[in-house]
């Protein structure tokens, strides 16, 4: 069993950045394939970034790309998405999600997720 817990969500204006952490435990961590999602209301769940266990390769949402960066510490069992330059339509509540294996890390059934942090942007 693995379980993730997110945090570092909040209210900040646009242009502004936060920091989200997802911390890890239980199992095998370090060898699962890690991701974050988002769902804002009445929208479906988004795929924002994720990073490769093995080679530490990532992949952003189109959306995401160039503003937001995703990190491992496998030390700390601890996936990090640092994000800039935050926008109105970045607000959502953001996942973290974990999944053992995978050809494709957008569209895979993830084994765990957390419960989820709110991120607000305001205008």
């Known amino acids: 069993q693995v379980q993730l817990v997110e945090s570092g969500g909040g209210l900040v204006q646009a242009g502004g950045s936060l920091r989200l952490s997802c911390a890890a435990s239980g199992g095998t961590t370090t060898t699962y394939n890690m991701a974050w999602f988002r769902q804002a209301p009445g929208t479906e769940r988004e795929f924002v970034a994720g990073?490769?266990?093995?080679?530490?390769?990532?992949y952003y949402g189109d959306s995401v790309q160039g503003r937001f960066t995703i990190s491992r510490d496998n030390a700390k069992n601890t996936v990090y998405l640092q994000m800039n330059s935050l926008k109105p339509d970045d607000t959502a509540v953001y996942y973290c999600?974990?999944?053992?294996?995978?050809?494709?890390?957008?569209?895979?059934?993830?084994?765990?997720w957390g419960q989820g942090t709110q991120v607000t942007v305001s205008s």
């Open positions: 999600a974990a999944v053992y294996r995978t050809s494709s890390m957008t569209t895979a059934h993830y084994d765990y």
């Open positions: 990073i490769r266990w093995s080679t530490t390769t990532t």
